[in-house]
């Protein structure tokens, strides 16, 4: 009798710890569970990404016209690349070939590679670029983000942002678009552009603390456009 008591007090005993263990094995998962639902909680995005320039958009606003056309965004990404590397004096020794390598990765034409080498002849006989060459503190291709209301921040890139004699800032946006005839006029490329430099204007500013005293864009037909 008392072996047969003491088998059933161990079985007891058992029963136990297994439920015990059962038990602590679901709050464990249900734990891992709601660690899981927290941390998929905290990734989501509590704000809007917006783009300062949707570039796509911009587009159809003028080059959908009729009879408009231009030379794309693959010209654009070169000659900013150009521009880019030009303002830090980083440009191989053999510019062009250079820019046919990179046109021939983007696969562009003969023809568009003349234009860009063009455009950045124009750019360094240019007051702009006196005006950089003289500056003491040059910034190219600059990426930024702010917030903008609640729960929206907006990004972009400037092109160019230096200090100028006054002490403050200028800001300039490349635009090789073209609209009607290939051509557009000063005040379409303000009325397209100009809200998104005054945007880059405004951003600089709170984010540095300091003044921009001068933005325009940089346009490879007419050259500097103040804005």
Same mark, same amino acid.
């Given at each position: 009798?008392?072996?047969?008591?003491?088998s059933?007090?161990?079985?007891?005993?058992?029963?136990?710890?297994?439920r015990?263990?059962?038990?602590?094995e679901?709050?464990?998962?249900?734990?891992?569970?709601?660690?899981?639902?927290?941390?998929?909680?905290?990734?989501?995005?509590?704000?809007?990404?917006?783009?300062?320039?949707?570039?796509?958009?911009?587009?159809?606003m003028?080059?959908?016209?009729?009879g408009?056309?231009?030379?794309?965004?693959?010209?654009?990404?070169?000659?900013? !690349?150009?521009?880019?590397?030009a303002?830090?004096?980083?440009?191989?020794?053999?510019?062009?070939?250079?820019?046919?390598?990179?046109?021939?990765?983007?696969?562009?034409?003969?023809?568009?590679?003349?234009?860009?080498?063009?455009?950045?002849?124009?750019?360094?006989?240019?007051?702009?670029?006196?005006?950089?060459?003289?500056?003491?503190?040059?910034?190219?291709e600059?990426?930024?983000?702010?917030?903008?209301?609640?729960? !929206?921040?907006?990004?972009?890139?400037?092109?160019?942002?230096?200090?100028?004699?006054?002490?403050?800032?200028?800001?300039?946006d490349?635009?090789?678009?073209?609209?009607?005839?290939?051509?557009?006029?000063?005040?379409?490329?303000?009325?397209?552009?100009?809200?998104?430099?005054?945007?880059?204007?405004?951003?600089?500013?709170?984010?540095?603390?300091?003044?921009?005293?001068?933005?325009?864009?940089?346009?490879?037909?007419?050259?500097?456009?103040?804005?």
């Amino acid at each position: 009798h008392r072996d047969l008591h003491l088998s059933l007090r161990r079985q007891r005993q058992m029963c136990i710890r297994d439920r015990s263990g059962a038990g602590e094995e679901e709050n464990v998962l249900h734990l891992h569970r709601r660690r899981q639902q927290v941390w998929e909680k905290v990734r989501e995005a509590s704000y809007q990404m917006r783009a300062i320039t949707d570039r796509d958009e911009l587009a159809s606003m003028y080059l959908g016209r009729a009879g408009a056309s231009g030379k794309g965004r693959d010209f654009g990404i070169l000659v900013h !690349s150009l521009f880019e590397h030009a303002v830090r004096g980083t440009l191989p020794e053999d510019e062009r070939a250079f820019t046919i390598a990179k046109s021939t990765a983007l696969e562009l034409s003969n023809e568009l590679v003349d234009e860009a080498v063009n455009a950045l002849d124009r750019l360094r006989a240019s007051a702009l670029w006196k005006e950089t060459t003289a500056s003491t503190t040059v910034y190219t291709e600059v990426p930024l983000a702010a917030a903008e209301g609640e729960g !929206s921040i907006m990004r972009g890139i400037i092109d160019l942002v230096y200090r100028v004699g006054d002490g403050g800032w200028k800001i300039v946006d490349y635009k090789t678009d073209g609209v009607v005839g290939n051509r557009a006029t000063v005040d379409e490329l303000k009325e397209c552009y100009g809200a998104q430099v005054e945007l880059y204007a405004r951003y600089w500013e709170r984010i540095s603390g300091e003044r921009v005293s001068a933005k325009g864009l940089w346009s490879t037909q007419y050259g500097c456009v103040a804005v």
